[in-house]
């Protein structure tokens, strides 16, 4: 009957009732950087600023914390946004030739982002002529006019349209097409081509009546609406992009060659006109086109050219670049991704003067968003509050810090703030809209380890994600090359490059990868452990500091015969003293033998023990005393794999495929025989039968989708791995004296609880700490151990160290008895101590057929009832979906879906904070976060004032 | 001595007969009384003595009118034997591990000209191996079909029981679509199937299971709407005690019962399994469940004294294989590459625990393995 305790639905009412108060599950807020993103816009009236992404997202950002969201139904790149200016409206024009109106409207006081109208450009057969390509309507450039009534959209076939706003109704009659223009054009350029697409719309900053359009073969014009007639005409080299000068008396064109132009209005009687000035910045050599250009006004000196592209092609064709020139001034910002766009932070209305005086210039490459100051000489970078670069370096772990004291916050805010003494001071630029969310009740660090050997520290109390230090570990070993010599070389060349941007997703080292991290949150103490073993200790420090780090090794093995290590080295430590800077410093560095990736790590500061595991077993050591306490093989002895490292697998892999290629070849080899040549006559019969041979799947593929049914065994291949390692304060060896123990799980369902002798505080350097093998447990359904916890009397899980004593949890109940949680991939179980026997399970496996992959103990407060909070096991699943269940009863409370079960570096990157929110990635740089508790709940909570009055009516 | 036997057997009359017995090339003879035969443990220990082989498992046989050799192993062949014995009772003894199975049977003895030949040289005539039957106290269930009287008879729900890991459960499942009978008509419907038996696997051992057959639930769940990796997970983790309901692929071999003789087609009886469901609860006995994961608590409380003394199932058996345990607590765990080789020492060491087990009287409740 047990096995049918958690019938769905409720029995009891006032249960239910607890259980909507406590569990709600809502994704709040992506942090991170949007992936691949595809377009930038900017309101200046409003100062948010719009993201665009291939997947068709649009992501609003203004102040910190205030974001909106938004999906297109279509899920297509978003290739143009533009705001109208002011109103919290955003024009959207997608990869399939349609357009959508999103708006920003307010409910219950806070403003959220819903689309409101979308538009097609009808295609028009036998417009233009009938074998013209289809994509003759396709927009390629939209400008809104300042009135906010009417979009012009300027499309392949050459044709300008006119679309009213409120409604995206086409204005058919005002329609410009490329006859009216030739007209205008001089007979020697006409000669029979068409112009081509039209490349720019720009508004005249004066006068609204007055468009430039820019054709992509060259020509230039400014249309009078009114008149309905050409003003001006300028014939330059292949378009790229137009823009005005701030008083509507000089246009810039950018051109495919790498030039750009400066055209004057000035001389308003003549029609066509010549350049002032023509120049290819990087030239004499042939240079890549300059996308974009901008040209600003400035008060306080000459005005600044800003142009994306332009690169001499041979030399520097791959650089991702954007030039800012101003007088003789010119710095190449040098980026790691391709430019999707830019815009400038400059004053935009006539009362705030007649110059630019930009303030800032905003890069979206494809990786990060780079803002740069251009009010401090030198032009600085201004750090980011929000679209961090998470994957600048692939992210490997990650590991979340709730109620981190403010102590250490400050000091780690204080670390991260002298790591980048170069970044401007000024404030973020773009600061629209307010924040109404309340104070985070609670700091939270989100900390991520990174590939090339980074722990990165992110404020994750808010709706945005801050990075606030960033703790480097590349530079304790020996690694083939050096990070900084080839940026430093590079600075006597021309163009005058400079680096900006932190993406870096090459590691020069593999081993570097940070695999677990531990962090005590009182005594700033820190254990951070990677992919070739090293294990290191490290200590908060204010001061920066020069010393050597002493350095132990562990063998994991203890002589276990017949294994050789075939994987990777050990990173080789540096000799001598190295230079730290004030954060984390390591002290210690613990070397596990053989160097397998750590799968398993935890610290325990109050007895000055860490512990960590690999493929082969684990290790206890003592940092005080800087010795080891312990070492533990893991091993099955029939487990070959495991010591093989893993090269060998990839070589068994190939093995595998290059077997069933052969199986195919074969398969078809022997199908074409069976190809009847007896009849030459028919060849085409001939012909399509081979056909059918080969159409036809080959015999492997056949066979359907088949999985074996086999109990587990023993001998799984690496099932000593170590999956996790606990300490606890608890009563291993009787029930009458408890102390303190250290527990390790393995993948092959193995629990080994060992009872420590741990000197007390003032004889740490005297007496040496002892491990004594206490219990060990094997499950009998051999299924990994995720997670081990012990519950005290009253079922609640014991505090961390230091908690109680400072006064920060209540004291664990020692007089009842203590239980242990197991969580293994297939079930959870409680076991009573100290004579360990079973007291309640859950099978899930065995009833869902799902698997555990993560676990966490939660808090869960309750929504209605200030004071009231439960204890839950949280569980998500290999199928993505997240199961609640009641501590220490394990009753089945709620369960939700929540990541794609296709998404597996998804699930696999999910963590959960002690109170009831969580985070995985939903892209490399980015993280969903969400919540499961009805009360501790982080999502963007914000106010834009708008100046729009009433739908349909816009500011003129 | 065997005279005076033969003494007593003269008087034939009064209910005692004479054995022969035969072990290799060695023949003893006694007699028994013919009205009290006693048990079968008895008069096997009587053959052990007489030969003197009192260590060696052994197979008995004797012939019977007929001239088969048949086994005597258990009281009722005995008593049969001893009741058809006329008027010599002739006793075949073989050493169990080189035992000729095919020498007993029907005309075994008038087949070969001298079962003698069979006997003594027992590699002689072998040319196909015979399967073993074992002892009845050897017999233990692989399989069962059960909840026969609550399923539609298209269903059959079949129990695997696994032993140890010895032999592997042995077969595949595989994706497939069903039709089913529903509101709306005929529908198609994603299901899950047996796709292959692994030969010489359990499931294949049953003759339960067969290729083709739609798995319908897996220890009382539906697997419905379960994708097959869920399933397989499902299998996996109840592989202990696996109980697996199916619509076999071939409906001839089904249990016709009086009440629905006229055998309605699988498809149509699809929907009453609904109706079932609420029995299917009942039939599993928590007991039953319980036993399958019984995990393995070794304890160590520092003491050396504590040992694992016995050892209930196989299982652990194995698990002991990479036990190491510390024996000495100032030890610490962490063993300086010097002393390594304690580590290594530890089946000599359980011995000489062993030892030390039995004056220590506690040993038993402090419960040095406890199997949950």
């Known amino acids: 009957m047990m096995k049918f305790r958690f019938r769905r639905g409720g029995h009891d009412p006032q249960r239910d009732r607890i259980k909507q108060e406590l569990f709600a599950f809502n994704k709040t807020v992506e942090h991170g950087f949007p992936n691949q993103p595809s377009s930038l816009a900017y309101d200046p009236k409003l100062r948010i600023m719009a993201v665009g992404t291939k997947s068709g997202a649009v992501k609003i950002y203004g102040a910190p914390g205030v974001e909106f969201t938004g999906l297109h139904r279509e899920t297509a790149t978003v290739t143009q946004m533009h705001f109208l200016p002011g109103q919290g409206r955003l024009l959207s024009l997608l990869d399939d030739n349609t357009l959508h109106l999103w708006e920003i409207y307010h409910k219950d006081g806070c403003s959220h982002l819903e689309e409101i109208h979308s538009f097609a450009l009808p295609g028009r057969p036998g417009f233009d002529s009938a074998n013209s390509p289809p994509s003759i309507a396709r927009v390629t450039v939209i400008l809104l006019k300042s009135a906010c009534d009417v979009a012009c959209l300027g499309t392949e076939g050459g044709g300008v349209y006119f679309l009213e706003l409120s409604g995206l109704t086409l204005l058919e009659d005002k329609a410009l097409f490329q006859d009216e223009i030739l007209q205008s054009v001089p007979d020697d350029y006409r000669c029979g081509k068409a112009l081509g697409p039209v490349e720019s719309l720009q508004e005249h900053p004066q006068d609204p009546s007055k468009i430039l359009i820019g054709y992509s073969r060259g020509l230039v014009v400014v249309w009078d609406e009114i008149a309905r007639k050409v003003d001006h005409l300028f014939l330059g080299n292949q378009l790229e992009s137009l823009t005005w000068e701030r008083s509507g008396k000089t246009v810039v064109s950018s051109h495919s060659d790498g030039g750009y132009m400066v055209w004057s209005l000035n001389s308003s009687s003549q029609k066509t006109l010549q350049p002032l000035l023509s120049t290819i910045p990087y030239g004499p050599f042939p240079c890549k086109a300059i996308n974009k250009i901008l040209w600003r006004t400035c008060e306080s000196g000459s005005h600044f050219i800003i142009f994306s592209g332009g690169m001499p092609r041979a030399s520097y064709g791959d650089r991702h670049c954007v030039s800012v020139l101003q007088g003789q001034t010119l710095v190449t910002l040098d980026f790691t991704s391709r430019v999707i766009d830019f815009f400038t932070v400059h004053n935009t209305e006539a009362a705030e003067g007649e110059f630019d005086n930009p303030r800032a210039l905003v890069v979206l490459v494809e990786e990060e968003l780079v803002v740069i100051d251009l009010q401090t000489p030198g032009w600085p970078t201004v750090p980011a509050p929000y679209l961090a670069p998470l994957h600048s370096s692939a992210i490997t772990c990650s590991y979340h810090i709730s109620n981190v004291p403010l102590k250490l916050w400050e000091r780690i805010i204080s670390a991260g703030e002298q790591q980048n003494p170069q970044l401007s001071s000024v404030n973020w630029p773009i600061d629209g809209g307010k924040n109404l969310a309340q104070e985070p009740t609670q700091r939270g660090f989100l900390l991520t380890g990174h590939e090339d050997g980074t722990v990165r520290f992110w404020d994750a109390s808010g709706v945005s994600l801050k990075p606030l230090y960033k703790l480097g570990t590349a530079n304790i070993f020996q690694t083939d090359c050096e990070h900084n010599d080839s940026l430093n070389q590079a600075e006597e060349e021309w163009p005058p490059f400079r680096k900006v941007g932190c993406f870096d997703p090459y590691s020069d080292d593999p081993r570097l990868g940070i695999q677990k991290i531990a962090l005590c949150k009182y005594t700033a103490r820190m254990v951070v452990a990677g992919t070739a073993g090293q294990v290191l200790v490290m200590e908060l420090s204010d001061e920066k500091s020069e010393h050597a780090i002493s350095v132990a090794t562990l063998d994991l093995l203890q002589d276990r015969e017949g294994f050789t290590w075939k994987g990777h080295d050990r990173l080789a430590p540096k000799n001598g003293t190295i230079a730290f800077t004030p954060g984390f410093q390591p002290s210690i560095l613990v070397q596990c033998l053989p160097p397998a990736a750590v799968t398993a790590v935890t610290l325990h500061s109050e007895w000055n023990l860490v512990a960590f595991g690999t493929s082969h077993g684990f290790g206890l050591f003592d940092y005080y005393r800087r010795n080891p306490v312990l070492a533990r093989c893991t091993l099955h002895p029939n487990d070959s794999l495991a010591m093989e490292g893993p090269l060998s697998r990839v070589k068994s892999l190939k093995k595998s495929l290059r077997q069933s290629f052969r199986r195919i070849r074969k398969s078809r080899v022997s199908g074409k025989k069976r190809v009847p040549t007896s009849s030459p006559s028919s060849k085409v019969q001939e012909a399509n039968a081979q056909l059918a041979e080969q159409a036809g799947p080959p015999e492997v593929e056949m066979t359907p989708v088949q999985r074996r049914i086999e109990p587990r065994s023993a001998d799984d291949s690496l099932s000593g791995v170590v999956r996790c390692l606990y300490f606890a304060d608890t009563f291993l060896r009787d029930a009458t004296h408890h102390g303190p123990t250290m527990w390790a799980g393995t993948n092959s369902g193995s629990v080994f609880a060992y009872a420590l002798e741990v000197p007390s505080q003032e004889k740490f350097s005297e007496r040496a700490v002892e491990a004594v093998l206490g219990k060990e447990i094997q499950l009998m359904h051999r299924a990994p151990v995720v997670s081990i916890a012990v519950l005290d009397g009253r079922g609640n899980p014991l505090p961390e160290p230091y908690e109680v004593s400072r006064d920060l949890a209540k004291a664990p109940d020692m007089q009842g008895s203590h239980s242990v949680l197991i969580s293994s991939e297939e079930q959870f179980k409680v076991f009573t101590l100290p004579k360990v026997s079973a007291k309640t399970k859950f099978k899930l496996t065995a009833h869902e057929g799902c698997r555990v992959r993560k676990v966490a103990l939660v808090s869960f407060a309750s929504a209605a009832c200030e004071d009231y909070a439960e204890h839950g096991l949280v569980c998500l699943t290999n199928l993505g979906d997240i199961h609640i269940f009641s501590v220490p009863g394990l009753r089945p409370q709620v369960h939700y879906d929540c990541i794609r079960k296709e998404d597996i570096s998804g699930i696999a990157s999910c963590v959960f904070t002690k109170h009831g929110q969580g985070f995985y990635l939903i892209s490399p740089s980015e993280f969903e976060r969400f919540s499961l508790s009805a009360r501790n709940i982080t999502e963007p909570l914000c106010y834009l004032e708008l100046t729009r009055r009433h739908d349909g009516t816009c500011l003129g | ?372």
């Open chain 2, 1 to 372: 001595m065997n005279r005076a036997q033969r003494g007593v057997g003269g008087s034939r009359g009064l209910g005692t007969m004479e054995v022969k017995s035969k072990f290799g090339a060695e023949f003893r003879r006694f007699s028994l009384e013919r009205s009290k035969p006693g048990k079968f443990e008895e008069f096997y220990g009587l053959l052990q003595h007489v030969h003197k082989i009192p260590n060696v498992e052994v197979l008995v046989g004797y012939t019977d009118i007929h001239g088969d050799l048949l086994p005597i192993n258990n009281d009722d062949n005995y008593h049969k034997a001893v009741s058809t014995a006329n008027p010599l009772l002739r006793i075949f003894i073989q050493r169990k591990e080189d035992a000729d199975y095919s020498a007993f049977g029907t005309d075994t003895m008038t087949r070969k000209k001298n079962v003698l030949s069979n006997v003594l040289r027992p590699d002689n005539h072998r040319k196909k191996p015979h399967v073993v039957i074992s002892m009845p106290q050897d017999f233990r269930p692989v399989s069962s079909i059960i909840d026969v009287d609550i399923l539609p008879e298209t269903h059959r729900r079949v129990r695997l029981y696994k032993y140890g890991t010895d032999k592997p459960l042995g077969f595949y499942i595989r994706d497939g679509s069903s039709v089913r009978v529903t509101p709306h008509g005929l529908e198609k419907v994603p299901g899950i199937f047996i796709s292959r038996l692994v030969p010489g696997g359990l499931a294949q051992s049953t003759g339960l299971l067969a290729v083709n057959d739609e798995v319908l639930e897996v220890n009382g769940i539906e697997v419905s709407g379960k994708s097959l990796d869920q399933v397989t997970d499902m299998m996996i983790a109840n592989s202990r005690n696996l109980i697996i309901t199916v619509r076999p692929a071939n409906q001839r071999n089904n249990i016709v019962r009086n009440s629905r003789t006229s055998g309605s087609s699988g498809q149509s009886t699809d929907n009453s399994l609904q109706s079932y469901t609420p029995h299917i609860v009942q039939n599993y006995h928590p007991e039953e469940e319980e036993s399958d994961d019984e995990d393995i608590i070794i304890e160590d409380s520092g003491e050396p004294q504590q040992i694992p003394k016995a050892v209930p199932t196989c299982e652990s058996l194995e698990s002991l294989t990479q036990i190491e345990l510390l024996h000495e607590s100032t030890q610490n765990g962490f063993i300086p590459s010097s002393e390594v080789n304690l580590f290594h020492s530890a089946g000599s060491i359980n011995m000489e625990y062993e030892i030390h087990d039995a004056d220590q009287k506690s040993l038993e409740e402090d419960g040095t393995i406890i199997t949950l």
